[in-house]
């Protein structure tokens, strides 16, 4: 049996809401893949990426989502940066404009947390990180639930990083401890996603019970160590969010804790050590 595990940490200070209106498309969701990296930034191919996240995006559609997507050369910095924090970002009119968002990129810590890699240079940038991002409605967005299948993305040591982030109002960050995998076999998982995230349990929940994997012959022998971060004004809330689905329109609260949820001392195939028991 699984032996669930959730962390709680304080942000050490109260951040102020700004108070500004998202936009958009309501009831929208966001996807952006990259399998081949033929543009003018660099990545290894992975062919199943897109197939991963459009299972996801499909199912939301099933469910009555509208589907956005910009994938391979549509994936630039400008879409995700703030304009609070870079006068060219464009966020709110396109992944922060969403209820909920996936990308599907290479993944890598940097000094300050993870760094997303793009297709197509933009800015003369061809990474996407932390520093850059505050997702939600208080940075003129609405996005409440971001995922990135992407690698070390809630590196453990460096999940603090999501605090910046979160300093827009977004509800719950999704990613991964160590390295993750892209393969057909994978792909179902992203659907399922969707569904137990839309009816049956929250989407932090979700999340981490889908995309863990322990070693064996099914799953290529990797171990696979998903994290799901809450944020909220209180600990209670930032626990709490973590059983939100996609269509329950919690109210937004200041980023003041965040709870980890993930599996108890998963320790990736390669990239970060076991998590905490």
Known sequence: MKAIRKALLGAGLVLAALGTAGNALADSVWSSAITKWDGDCSGSQRDWWDDMCMAWRHEMADRGFVPVWHNFSLVRVNKYVDPSLASWGNDNNRMDAQDAGLICTHGTVDATGWAG????????????????????????????????????????????????????GVHVIAGFHGLMYIGSQYVDEYEDLAADGTASKGVGKAWVDNMHHVDHWYNSYKTICPVAMGFGNTAARSADVLNERYASKWSDTAANWTTSRYISGCDPSTGGGALPN
């Open 117 to 168: 890699s793009m297709h197509t240079k933009d800015q003369g940038e061809c990474k996407l990180n932390v520093d850059q991002m505050k997702i939600g409605k208080a940075s003129g967005g609405r996005l409440r639930f971001f995922h990135m299948s992407s690698c070390q993305s809630v590196q453990w040591d460096k999940r603090l990083s999501w605090f910046g982030p979160a300093k827009g």
